[in-house]
């Protein structure tokens, strides 16, 4: 019997797995919490072979956590269960050790096909996260360092600044400023401004 951690944010979700789970003699549910420092105290409590962890939640994201529990040398494999499926989300999961990632429109059997391969140690990953993984792979590596100019755009947007906000800022166009970001997503194998702002944080280069 596997034994699991469910946590989110949103008490009709925990419910919902919850029943899910009980209904199969495969799974016992050991506990239920709504953020990731609750996470963290349980599964020193109970001692799960998975953790079902959302991502974005107030308090300590599941990013954070994944970190936490691989830094204290947890046995449990986590498996990411989240309705978001940008590079700025699955990337982070997956480097903080997530074993595998989920979206939520997952069917039963496919969410409990996923917590048996993750228990054996197994990579898991939703059909649209994968082909998304296999696609930032196949993507040329980046040839040429971003510009100056492309940095401080990015910087901009870093600090919540819209486009036309950063054109403002910088004596630009607004148009300038979305090639600047265009030229920047090409060169950082990314295709949207969180990724952007995400991957030029883990490069050091904000």
């Known amino acids: 019997m596997i034994g699991l951690l469910i946590v989110d944010d949103h008490p009709v979700v925990r419910d919902g797995l919850r029943g899910m789970f009980i209904g199969d003699d495969r799974f016992a549910v050991l506990g239920e919490a709504g953020d990731?420092?609750?996470?963290l105290a349980l599964v020193r409590t109970v001692d799960p072979d998975v953790v079902l962890m959302?991502?974005?939640m107030p308090?300590?994201?599941g990013v954070t956590a994944i970190k936490e529990l691989h830094k204290r040398g947890s046995r449990a494999r986590v498996l990411v269960l989240t309705t978001y499926d940008t590079d700025a989300d699955v990337l982070p999961?997956?480097?903080a050790g997530?074993?595998?990632?989920?979206l939520?429109?997952?069917?039963?059997?496919d969410l409990f096909r996923a917590v048996e391969a993750a228990h054996r140690g197994e990579s898991v990953l939703s059909p649209a996260i994968a082909g998304r993984l296999m696609g930032n792979l196949r993507s040329?590596?980046?040839?040429?360092p971003?510009?100056?100019?492309?940095?401080e755009v990015l910087a901009l947007i870093a600090r919540g600044n819209s486009n036309k906000e950063a054109a403002g800022q910088l004596f630009i166009s607004e148009a300038t400023v979305k090639t600047h970001l265009l030229h920047a997503y090409a060169k950082l194998g990314v295709r949207d401004r969180a990724a952007a702002v995400a991957v030029a944080f883990e490069r050091g280069l904000l």
């Not at 990731?36 to 996470?39: I, L, N, P, Q, V």
């Not at 971003?146 to 940095?151: A, D, H, I, P, T």
């Open 93 to 95: 999961a997956i480097k």
């Open 59 to 61: 308090g300590m994201d």
């Open 36 to 39: 990731g420092a609750e996470a």
């Open 98 to 102: 997530a074993t595998g990632y989920l």
């Open 54 to 56: 959302d991502l974005r």
């Open 140 to 144: 040329p590596a980046p040839k040429e």
């Open 146 to 151: 971003l510009s100056q100019r492309e940095l």
């Open 104 to 109: 939520k429109d997952a069917s039963r059997q």
